[in-house]
């Protein structure tokens, strides 16, 4: 199957056919079942907005230690999509039934493989990388699967959201890469100390690990990390 374009037909993690099912399908609706549905009250206490992604990516991330050198720690919480990160969580108490029912067929689309395209692998050194990062992040390297989704895409600029590399991390050392730095400005008007201005880092694929096999994704239902109550 090409990475430009992936369509879930399968059981991510034994491959069995989806109209036939599985252990392992079968869990996944039990806990869709179980999961509150996507209010607009539960979104407004949502820190983020999340679409949970199952595969088997073991092997993919054992090629990548390989091929980088880097020891790749899968993500403890397991694989996710971002669609509305942490730092733009305010937009999500100001969405309407409306918007949410557009975003919830979105998500539909999704889950059957349309409007999702693969773009392939993308790594990033922090200590090597092109762009100026933070000195926290020198010591970081991440992995991930850069992936084009339109509809979010165009979902995301609605609501008066920037453009996002939408991806899937797979792992990382030392914690994932979030910002690069842009630029710096006066800690307050007037003040000759100076802070610097960070923007999201960009997550696209590298065609050093275009030959690196990618496993069968599923995409689930919306959800994220909620806020910590103080």
């Known amino acids: 199957m090409s990475t430009e374009e992936q369509f879930v037909n ?75 990160g942490p730092t733009e969580n305010k937009i999500l108490s100001t969405l309407d039934d409306a918007t949410l029912a557009e975003l919830q067929q979105i998500n539909a689309q999704i889950q059957k493989g349309e409007g999702v395209v693969v773009k392939g692998i993308g790594f990033i050194d922090g200590a090597s990388s092109q762009y100026t990062m933070r000195e926290v992040d020198k010591v970081k390297k991440t992995a991930f699967v850069a992936l084009d ?34 630029g710096q400005e006066p800690v307050k008007p007037g003040s000759p100390k100076m802070k610097d201005i960070t923007a999201p880092i960009p997550k696209q694929a590298d065609q050093r690990f275009a030959s690196i096999a990618l496993p069968e994704m599923s995409y689930e239902g919306l959800d994220g990390k909620m806020k910590e109550r103080k």
């Open 149 to 182: 989704i339109p509809a979010l895409q165009d979902f995301r600029s609605k609501v008066g959201l920037p453009k996002k590399d939408f991806h899937v991390t797979l792992g990382f050392v030392g914690g994932d890469v979030h910002m690069q730095i842009v």
């Open 10 to 84: 399968s059981c991510a993690v034994c491959g069995t056919p989806t109209h036939i099912g599985c252990e392992h399908t079968k869990q996944g609706a039990k806990e869709s079942q179980e999961k509150p549905d996507l209010s607009r009250e539960r979104l407004a206490n949502m820190n983020s907005l999340e679409i949970e992604i199952k595969a088997d990516f073991e092997p993919t991330l054992e090629t990548l230690k390989q091929e980088t050198g880097a020891d790749l720690q899968p993500r403890p919480d397991g694989y996710h999509l971002t669609i509305i």
